[in-house]
């Protein structure tokens, strides 16, 4: 049991992709489908008890990461301050989740799925641990949840974007970027992935080398921000009038 939270790594790493992986997306995922059938049953209280239980969740299980590091010495402030865009999402969704405040939901939904989903599909923190191991189930399971409570707040509460919630958070993840941009230059960090790729396999080994990768990174998110806007825009698109003969 101890060797589950030790520091060492597991023989072997993660197999992206392999069955435990993909046993616990896929149990994400049903949860996620379950969003449609419960909203209809939940009543208010239900509804309350969920969305502070999700968020109870995360943030315990973002606490039990730092009170890991510090206890085998590995906290330190190139790697641990919540300046990763996930790290910052986390707090930023609980809280969403507690206060059902719209304005962050914005925010929880385009960086919370958009950002955590890459995180959730291919781990970089914690990749050198294989399932069951604690750090890489922290990470699957702090991802999974910042996709999970977005998408709750979207399906059951009935909170949604609009064009607006789009250019906000596109604009304000620029200007987030070049503040991090100097954070990273001023102590040797790589927050956000911009000063140098993630050392394990992920979807940005398919960009170009560095600085290059990162306008390329600007194009990813742009898409991926828009795709998570597609369901609403085309829902809002004013019906065409049709003329029968």
């Known amino acids: 049991m101890f060797e589950l939270f030790s520091v060492e790594p597991t023989d072997t790493p993660l197999q992206i992709f392999g ?18 059938y419960f909203r209809k049953v939940w009543g208010e209280k239900e509804k309350n008890r969920v969305r ?15 009170i890991w590091s510090v206890y085998w010495g590995i906290w330190n402030i190139q790697t641990m301050l919540p300046l990763h865009l996930c790290s910052v999402m986390v ?3 609980v809280y969403m989740a507690f206060t059902r405040n719209y304005a962050i939901y914005e925010f929880s939904y385009f960086l919370g799925i958009g950002g955590a989903l890459q995180a ?20 699957l399971i702090a991802h999974g949840l910042l996709i999970t409570i977005p998408i709750y707040m979207t399906v059951v509460e009935g909170f949604r974007p609009t064009l607006g919630s789009f250019k906000r958070i596109f604009i304000w993840t620029n200007i987030y970027m070049v503040v991090i941009f100097f954070v990273n230059r001023a102590i040797g960090s790589n927050y956000l992935f911009i000063a140098e790729k993630p050392p394990s396999p992920t979807l940005m080994d398919f960009l170009s080398p560095w600085p290059w990768y990162i306008p390329q990174l600007e194009l990813v998110a742009f898409a991926i921000l828009f795709i998570l806007y597609i369901p609403f825009l085309v829902k809002d698109r ?7 003969r």
């Open 238 to 244: 004013p019906a065409k009038n049709v003329v029968t």
């Open 120 to 139: 959730f599909l291919t781990p970089a923190d914690g990749a050198m641990y294989d399932i069951p191991h604690y750090r890489i189930m922290q990470t």
């Open 19 to 36: 069955v435990k992986h993909l046993t616990i997306v896929a149990a994400f995922a049903i949860f996620w489908l379950s969003f449609i």
């Open 91 to 93: 707090w930023l969704t």
């Open 52 to 66: 502070l239980g999700l968020a109870v969740a995360l943030a315990v299980n973002e606490f039990g990461l730092h």
